[in-house]
């Protein structure tokens, strides 16, 4: 052990720019993986996070990197997540380093994750190290993407490394820099502990695995420690290190990265941020914390198969333990039955979670429209917080809704400012600010409500840059909005998961959409089928699906029963995700259908 020959660091990056692609040839060139094959993208463990090539959780490794100058050093890589629901994270990690590798792909420049990422490190006090990543393209153009990150980021960039992490080009010279660049970490093994928590998971085999950064003194096994935070106490049972497979050590250290295990239970009970200091000679405070994370994004989770409740209500409940920015509440619905009432950082983890409880548990869920977390002032004097449309009050004793709102960045060629501003004014945003960060790049800064994000911000974003931009958001504050809660009745009866908040002014556009795309998903039945939308007992749409008439088999010409049967297995497939309402088969398509607006 010596602390001065320790570099711990971080890959900060946008989406897509190679991450975990220069961690693999990190990994590979100091020796810490050998079968290329078999652990490629080692340090995207999940398989949810593979199939979508995202990072969500952060992991870390410790490599051992002989220098050009003969030392050997140990290096802690920490990585984090590329995507701006999870943007908590990556602070987190970055808490625990020293330094991180800006890595930028040089035929695109800088976007919006690679400018917040960075900021997060130099709020952090992190030395950077600009990285232009796949420079073999050969739309390459590392000049103007120097320059980029020298007029918006503000860093010195005409050092910056070139590499190809696809081609192993640069890997080298980027080890040298982490070694050269980044300090050493400071800190004193004698001292009272400190040890920062940076993350935790359950680990099937360990139980509850605690990442921490020592700051100061020394962890041991056996050691009684105490949460600082949290008051908890127990006693050490094993610590360790990833190489990246997880390995025992007598200690660690002050600066030194790694794991503890201590009879922990749940997750829950290890709070990220915290510092862990030693029982009979505690520190006299704690390390600085984090903000505690936020579910921002809600959701109705219900079973498609009532049956299945008790299973989802186990799955939830094992979620939770293991996924601190997760939340849930029972919630009962007169359309869709029992179900939960479910929070989540953004979109993606939403996907996310609800694809893990199908996956993991064996359950097919049918999902309400997202919705985010409305501010009501009562009548009464009092305040709530409505997460679920179906539970907005009357609007008699309503004072006043205050939606919240975001700041949002959006980084685009120049070519598509235009289209883009045209979205932000038609989704109720506030132009905050317009940045020309080269001759074809521009940044615009917008305050737009976060509802109308949730609702189909990206994907229209998306079709109106063909994919050339990229966002990154914060919430900032509430403030009120003339929203109005739209129900659906079908056939007079409301269906409460499809209630949606809307503002006063989109109610009549948005209730005529509604219906009609309603109108077009939901099969038709034995009967007519009337479909409305109505604010209080004012209806503002009306759309009627017309009774089946013909048998469906009837196209088989009554012959061959195979085919017969294969139709009607394909009907039975098609049923899974219907639920029934009243007497109507409502899809799962019918409850987002919501989200899809022209
Ligand atoms: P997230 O995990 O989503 O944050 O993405 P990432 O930044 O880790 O990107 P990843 O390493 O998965 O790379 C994204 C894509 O770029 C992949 O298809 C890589 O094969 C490709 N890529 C990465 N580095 C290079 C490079 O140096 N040159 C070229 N041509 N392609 C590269």
Redesign the pocket.
Known sequence: YNINKIRNFSII????????????RILEFTGAVTDREMKQ?FL?QMDI?RER???IKAQTVRLKYKALNGEEYILNLIDT???VDFSYEVSRSLAACEGALL?V?ASQGVEAQTLANCYLAIENDLEIIPVL?????PSADPERVKQEIEEVIGLDAQDAIL?????G?GTQEILEAVVHQIPAPTGDPEAPLQALIFDSWFDPYQGVVVLVRIVNGTLKPDMKIRMMASGNTYEVGSVGIFTPTLKKTDSLQAGEVGFITAAIKQVRDVQIGDTITEEKRPALKPLPGFKPVKSMVFCGLYPVDSGQYEQLKEAVEKLWLNDPAFSYEPEQSAALGFGFRCGFLGLLHMEIVKERLEREFELTLLSTAPSVSYKVLLKDGSTIYVQNPAQMPPQEKIECIMEPRVRMEIYVPRAYVGPVMGLCDEKRGKQLDMKYLSQDRVLLTYELPFNEIVLDFYDKLKSVTRGYASIDYELTDYKPAEMVKMDILINKVPVDALSIIVHKDKAYYRGRELVSKLRSVIPRQLFEVVIQAAIGSRVIARERVAPLRKDVTAKCYGGDITRKRKLLEKQKEGKKRMKQVGRVEIPQEAFLSVLKTD
């Open positions: 990056a946008h989406i897509d720019h190679g991450k975990s692609t220069l961690a693999d993208q995207d996070e090539g995202i990072t997540p590329g995507h890595v792909d990543n796949k420079i073999d393209l590499a190809s992490a696809k081609e080009i």
